[in-house]
C-alpha cells in the first residue's frame, strides 16, 4: 500500500472501466472521482425496478445498499489503483426515504491501515437531501493486480 497515491487521471481510467462493466450498467449506475479524496455514485434514472417495498415510489432499500456498497468499496482506489479490495461490513443508518428520480451517493476514507480502511458515505435525493449514511470497513487484499488497474 505504500507509493504515491493515484492520479485524478488513473482514477478516470478506474471509473471508465467499472462504469463499462455490467453490474453497474445493468444497475444505471454511474461512478466518479471528482478528486483524489472522493468516490461518487450516482444514479442520474431511478427506474421502477428501483423502486419497491410496500407499495411505495421510494428508492428500495437493498438498492441503497448495493450503491454504498460500490461507493465505500471503490474508496480502496483512492489507496492503489492497482491492488484488490472486499467491502466485509457495511452499516447504514436510513434517515429518510429517498423520493425523485435520481440520487448520489459520496463517499470518503475516514482512517487507513496496513490492510483494512474505514470510510464513510452520505446518500442524497435529487433535492441534495441526505436520506441516508453508511460506514463501512473495507479489506485490501493480498491478491493479485485489480482489473481496473490503469
Known sequence: ????????????????FLNRSAPLAHAGLRLSFPSTELVVAELPEVKPEHRGG??????????LAAVFDLVTGCTALL??????????????????????????AEARIDTR???????????LDAQGQVCARC???????????SPVAP
Do not use: C, H, Y
Not at 113 to 123: C, D, V
Open 1 to 16: 500500500m505504500n507509493g504515491p497515491s493515484p492520479t485524478l487521471e488513473e482514477l478516470a481510467r478506474a471509473a471508465d
Open 54 to 63: 410496500l407499495g411505495t415510489s421510494a428508492v428500495n432499500g437493498g438498492v
Open 79 to 104: 489507496v492503489n489503483a492497482k491492488q484488490r479490495s472486499a467491502t466485509v461490513q457495511l452499516s447504514i443508518s436510513f434517515e429518510r426515504a429517498v423520493f425523485g428520480d435520481s440520487l448520489r
Open 113 to 123: 491501515g496496513q490492510r483494512t480502511l474505514f470510510a464513510s458515505a452520505r446518500l
Open 135 to 145: 460506514q463501512a470497513v473495507v479489506a485490501l487484499t493480498r491478491a493479485g493486480v
